[in-house]
């Protein structure tokens, strides 16, 4: 079954700097890459997300890149702010028509004012 | 607000003891998705139900069960707690186009989650 890894677990950062947040997955299949945040005491939130079909994908200050053949994608935050500080999950689905979300462990962004 | 709702959000019980948990979907979504969140496991997928029927499992225990009723809300059923079940338990909807193996409609919001607690 499909299998992603997430790195780094923790990051931390100056306020106003940029963020990067690198996944792999397993199944070549896997077509639907989101990516989630997740604040204390609350359930993820998507942020953004990217298919397959798709290179990269932007909103304001956050992108997503995807490289098929690599078969690993990236979170990308710009303009970092305190509110930004969350746990971050990648996750992947579509591999053999499956709809289940397969996470990574997750990544603990710090933003240092 | 993700329009995900779940019910309780923390329960406390006791080993042995069973509890159920329930969630409603955002208006207009067929599927619903539970996972579960511990420390050691991360978020794990348990089960998904599109429009009343069991489409896919996980890793879910046999002691662990769930449902979809015709309105679409979905109940957790979990018997014989033991403490590794303490955990984070959350629904997700999504649109869930019956049939349609491309991702299209695979967009997953998440509920608030329900705290499990076995003493």
């Known amino acids: 079954g499909e299998n992603v890894e997430q790195h780094p677990s923790t990051l931390s950062v100056q306020e106003g700097d940029s963020a990067v947040i690198k996944c792999t997955y397993s199944d070549s299949a896997s077509n639907y890459f989101p990516w989630y945040k997740q604040e204390l005491g609350k359930g993820p939130q998507l942020i953004i997300d990217i298919r397959s079909n798709v290179g990269e994908k932007k909103d304001q200050r956050i992108a997503v890149t995807l490289n098929k053949t690599a078969k690993h994608f990236s979170l990308h935050i710009t303009e970092t702010q305190p509110e930004d500080s969350a746990v971050y999950f990648c996750?992947?689905?579509?591999?053999?028509?499956?709809?289940?979300?397969?996470f990574g462990q997750g990544t603990r962004l710090t933003i240092n004012p | 607000d993700s329009g995900v709702t779940q019910t309780p959000k923390h329960l406390i019980t006791a080993t042995g003891q069973r509890v159920t948990l329930r969630c409603s979907p955002r208006s207009g979504d067929l599927s619903v998705y539970w996972y579960q969140q511990s420390l050691d496991q991360g978020l794990q997928f348990l089960i998904q139900y599109y429009n009343g029927e069991e489409r896919a499992k996980g890793n879910i225990l046999e002691r662990f069960s769930a449902q979809q009723f015709p309105d679409l809300h979905s109940e957790l059923n979990l018997s014989s707690l033991e403490l590794g079940d303490s955990a984070l338990y959350f629904c997700?909807?999504?649109?869930?186009?019956?049939?349609?193996?491309?991702?299209?409609?695979?967009?997953?919001?998440f509920g608030p989650g329900t705290r499990l607690t076995v003493l």
């Open positions: 997700a909807s999504s649109v869930g186009v019956r049939g349609r193996a491309s991702s299209t409609y695979n967009e997953q919001f």
């Open positions: 996750a992947a689905s579509g591999g053999q028509g499956a709809q289940k979300l397969v």
